[in-house]
């Protein structure tokens, strides 16, 4: 699975839009981007995932560039229980794969 | 729906001792994975179960650790002896049959060796 390269701290004041980077330009044409978070130490979370066309759900977008080497979480509306470390993590697809993480950003939302 | 849920939460054990966590994944879940975090680094996979089979368990550090999956439903991983390195957060997860689904994480346990 391809490596990922992300910001290891970033703030983001309460409501305002949180954009978290992510870097994987030698993602292979195949492989998906990943997107989990960790609050405190409670277990991985997952947020959401896409190949290569954008992605929305309930709690996220994921804007992936169109050359694929880097994406975009954007949480629209972040809230102190947003703090947490994102791990942007890519993973082969068709497959049930593990899922390899690396060091993550770590979001503070602040009040 | 229940999540998946690890037992315990807590465990404080000496070294040269044996202890058993374990891992009850989302009901019809045939995939469920152990990961583990020691102090200061970061999450590491441990293995992968099919139903019942061991898929890949290419991140086991080393014999001390046995992992099993009864039927294809809960899981337990078993270390014996504990050494001191083993503390950490150990954490289950599981996903559905199938291609990119999301996985689902439990709390994790915390385990204490010392």
Redesign the interface.
């Known amino acids: 699975d391809a490596k990922t390269t992300q910001p290891p701290s970033m703030d983001c004041a309460e409501g305002r839009a949180a954009n978290l980077p992510c870097n994987h330009s030698t993602i292979s044409g195949n492989e998906y981007v990943y997107w989990y978070r960790q609050i405190h130490s409670q277990g991985p979370q997952y947020i959401i995932h896409g190949l290569k066309n954008n992605e929305t759900n309930e709690m996220a977008s994921l804007i992936i560039t169109e050359d694929r080497k880097s994406s975009t979480l954007i949480l629209p509306h972040a809230t102190l229980r947003d703090t947490a470390v994102y791990y942007c993590i890519v993973r082969g697809a068709g497959s049930a794969r593990q899922l390899t993480f690396g060091s993550g950003t770590q979001l503070t939302v602040l009040p | 729906e229940a999540g998946?849920t690890q037992f315990p939460s807590h465990s404080v054990i000496e070294k040269g001792q044996t202890v058993t966590l374990r891992c009850d994944p989302i009901s019809g879940h045939d995939?469920l994975?152990w990961?583990r975090r020691v102090m200061g680094k970061?999450?590491?996979?441990l293995l992968?179960f099919?139903k019942e089979s061991k898929?890949?368990e290419s991140?086991m550090p080393n014999n001390r650790f046995l992992a099993e999956r009864t039927g294809g439903t809960y899981s337990t991983l078993k270390v014996q002896p504990a050494e001191l390195e083993d503390s950490g957060?150990y954490?289950c997860?599981s996903?559905q049959?199938?291609?990119?689904?999301?996985?689902?994480?439990?709390?994790?346990t915390?385990l204490t060796v010392v």
Do not use: L, P
């Open positions: 998946v995939n994975y990961y970061e999450i590491k996979f992968h099919v898929q890949d991140g957060v954490f997860a996903s049959r199938g291609m990119n689904t999301e996985a689902f994480f439990g709390q994790g915390r």
